[in-house]
Nanobody, 122 residues
Framework: QVQLVESGGGLVQAGDSLRLSCAASGRTFSRYVVGWFRQAPGKEREFVAAIIGTAGSPYYADSVKGRFTISRDNAKDTVYLLMDNLKPEDTATYYC???????????????WGPGTQVIVSS
């Protein structure tokens, strides 16, 4: 099973950018679909973006399309989430998970990391 650890969160102002990292260890990373999800206080965890294994094809939630970019470096066993033009509503704890299906359903992902917090002030 792959183990994941997120990093890169922080406190920023609206309009700023952040790049989150999801570092993997364990089993072959390149074969997994890796997804970013987020959970704001009092809300359910929601899909943000995901990227397919070796092909590297991304897909996004409508709320972040055009502002966030997901990418992966399989040589470094790392998936990145570049977040531009951040908004206060992007404030949440961000998690990455790995799975075998091309899906937006968090139940199809596992190996969740502990999360990294992003706070966007207005």
């Amino acid at each position: 099973q792959v183990q994941l650890v997120e990093s890169g969160g922080g406190l920023v102002q609206a309009g700023d950018s952040l790049r989150l990292s999801c570092a993997a260890s364990g089993r072959t990373f390149s074969r997994y679909v890796v997804g970013w999800f987020r959970q704001a206080p009092g809300k359910e965890r929601e899909f943000v973006a995901a990227i397919i294994g070796t092909a590297g094809s991304p897909y996004y939630a409508d709320s972040v399309k055009g502002r966030f970019t997901i990418s992966r470096d399989n040589a470094k066993d790392t998936v990145y989430l570049l977040m531009d033009n951040l908004k206060p509503e992007d404030t949440a704890t961000y998690y990455c998970g790995a799975g075998g299906r091309v899906t937006r359903d968090q139940n199809d992902f596992s190996s969740w990391g502990p999360g990294t917090q992003v706070i966007v002030s207005s």
